[in-house]
């Protein structure tokens, strides 16, 4: 058992051995004496796999439209629009690439919170928490960086205020630490205005380094899973448990053959026979004005209304809190009982969705309008 009292060298030794232990890095213990637990909430185990999957429609897809996108800011609207109206099965693709990223941050979501709250996080999974929600914030800036590739008038305008809101920072830090976040903007715009640079930077982010970051963080998360297996999830000292190969394995893929089926459904919209399209919006005009009632995509809600609402600091602040709370979760709520983090995971259930699907009403009647 490692103490205070031990060196460094010999409680990170320990520390490495008890999460990468070498008896069960072989092919048998990984996947064929692996077993999956079974109870009322065994549904959340599928999460995983499914983000992954639409983590791979997403690859698929967006290498299919790599062969037309056009990363400049003269041709990339255009070069959309001709992969939806004159590419063969371009619209398609597009709606699959569109909606599936919808899909696959909505499941990370989720995933997140019920992992939270079966306390999946405890030792020695604190690597998988980690690397799980190291995944969680590349899917977002996935989001972020993909929403302006199209380059349309209001994902435009929102990476502006998007940026904007990075270098506000600055009048809330003191001395030379204020000037980091007008750093970090013109770092991550790459001119004094959104433009060519701006766009060429997202493209790579998108296309190259958030795919690669997302490679190694997602074999570092799928080793640990496979490693120490599935956490047992409930109060509950024994369960009943099924072999991950083949009958967990059979029972994940027949979950990704109805995701997929019903992400092709909304990118068709067969009902209908007609595509249900992801809208691409008018193309930016640089002499248009900035369009009312800009907003970010949906999943971006959360932070957008409580911007609105709030002053800046106290959701800058309060953000980095949550954030920082759930990176290190393993080491917060070590102690805590899954009763009591069912209960924090609900209520940030309940917060997300109401910003989410009523956020719009709660700012005006904050502001005193009229819903």
């Given at each position: 058992m490692s103490t205070a009292t031990d060196p460094l060298s010999s409680r990170v030794a320990r520390f490495v051995r008890e999460r990468l232990p070498a008896e069960k890095l072989n092919a048998r213990q990984l996947l064929i004496e692996k077993e999956?637990?079974?109870?009322?909430?065994?549904?959340?185990?599928?999460?995983?796999?499914?983000?992954?999957?639409?983590?791979?429609?997403?690859?698929?897809?967006?290498?299919?439209?790599?062969?037309?996108?056009?990363?400049?800011?003269?041709?990339?609207?255009?070069?959309?629009?001709?992969?939806?109206?004159?590419?063969?099965?371009?619209?398609?693709?597009?709606?699959?690439?569109?909606?599936?990223?919808?899909?696959?941050?909505?499941?990370?979501?989720?995933?997140?919170?019920?992992t939270f709250a079966m306390k999946a996080f405890a030792r020695p999974r604190e690597l998988t928490w980690v690397s799980g929600m190291t995944l969680a914030l590349i899917v977002f800036t996935f989001g972020f960086t993909g929403y302006l590739l199209p380059w349309n008038q209001i994902a435009v305008n929102a990476t502006k205020v998007g940026l904007q809101s990075i270098e506000a920072l600055g009048q809330y830090l003191p001395g030379e630490l204020a000037r980091w976040p007008t750093y970090v903007r013109e770092t991550i715009q790459g001119e004094p205005s959104v433009g060519q640079a701006t766009l060429s930077r997202f493209f790579a982010l998108h296309v190259i380094l958030l795919p690669l970051a997302t490679v190694a963080a997602l074999g570092v998360h799928l080793l640990q899973v496979q490693v120490h297996g599935m956490s047992r999830g409930v109060d509950v000292e024994q369960v009943k448990t099924e072999r991950f190969f083949p009958f967990f394995v059979i029972k994940d893929l027949s979950v990704w053959g109805v995701a997929f089926f019903v992400v092709c459904v909304v990118a068709m919209c067969l009902p209908f026979d007609a595509l249900l399209p992801y809208p691409l919006l008018e193309p930016f005009n640089p002499l248009g004005s900035t369009p009312d009632g800009i907003k970010p995509e949906w999943y971006f809600f959360f932070v957008y209304y409580p911007l609105e609402i709030l002053p800046y600091w106290v959701v800058v602040a309060g953000s980095t809190l949550v954030l920082g709370t759930m990176f290190l979760a393993p080491w917060i709520f070590g102690r805590t009982s899954r009763r009591t983090l069912r209960v924090l995971a609900l209520g940030a259930a309940a917060y997300f969705l109401l910003m989410t699907f009523f956020g719009q009403t709660v700012y005006e009647i904050l502001k005193g309008g009229q819903p």
């Amino acid at each position: 058992m490692s103490t205070a009292t031990d060196p460094l060298s010999s409680r990170v030794a320990r520390f490495v051995r008890e999460r990468l232990p070498a008896e069960k890095l072989n092919a048998r213990q990984l996947l064929i004496e692996k077993e999956v637990p079974q109870h009322k909430a065994s549904w959340a185990y599928y999460l995983g796999g499914l983000a992954l999957f639409f983590f791979l429609i997403q690859v698929v897809t967006g290498l299919m439209l790599l062969f037309y996108y056009q990363p400049t800011v003269s041709d990339a609207h255009a070069s959309v629009a001709a992969i939806s109206e004159h590419v063969a099965g371009g619209a398609l693709i597009r709606n699959l690439h569109a909606w599936s990223a919808s899909a696959m941050i909505a499941v990370v979501i989720v995933h997140v919170l019920t992992t939270f709250a079966m306390k999946a996080f405890a030792r020695p999974r604190e690597l998988t928490w980690v690397s799980g929600m190291t995944l969680a914030l590349i899917v977002f800036t996935f989001g972020f960086t993909g929403y302006l590739l199209p380059w349309n008038q209001i994902a435009v305008n929102a990476t502006k205020v998007g940026l904007q809101s990075i270098e506000a920072l600055g009048q809330y830090l003191p001395g030379e630490l204020a000037r980091w976040p007008t750093y970090v903007r013109e770092t991550i715009q790459g001119e004094p205005s959104v433009g060519q640079a701006t766009l060429s930077r997202f493209f790579a982010l998108h296309v190259i380094l958030l795919p690669l970051a997302t490679v190694a963080a997602l074999g570092v998360h799928l080793l640990q899973v496979q490693v120490h297996g599935m956490s047992r999830g409930v109060d509950v000292e024994q369960v009943k448990t099924e072999r991950f190969f083949p009958f967990f394995v059979i029972k994940d893929l027949s979950v990704w053959g109805v995701a997929f089926f019903v992400v092709c459904v909304v990118a068709m919209c067969l009902p209908f026979d007609a595509l249900l399209p992801y809208p691409l919006l008018e193309p930016f005009n640089p002499l248009g004005s900035t369009p009312d009632g800009i907003k970010p995509e949906w999943y971006f809600f959360f932070v957008y209304y409580p911007l609105e609402i709030l002053p800046y600091w106290v959701v800058v602040a309060g953000s980095t809190l949550v954030l920082g709370t759930m990176f290190l979760a393993p080491w917060i709520f070590g102690r805590t009982s899954r009763r009591t983090l069912r209960v924090l995971a609900l209520g940030a259930a309940a917060y997300f969705l109401l910003m989410t699907f009523f956020g719009q009403t709660v700012y005006e009647i904050l502001k005193g309008g009229q819903p």
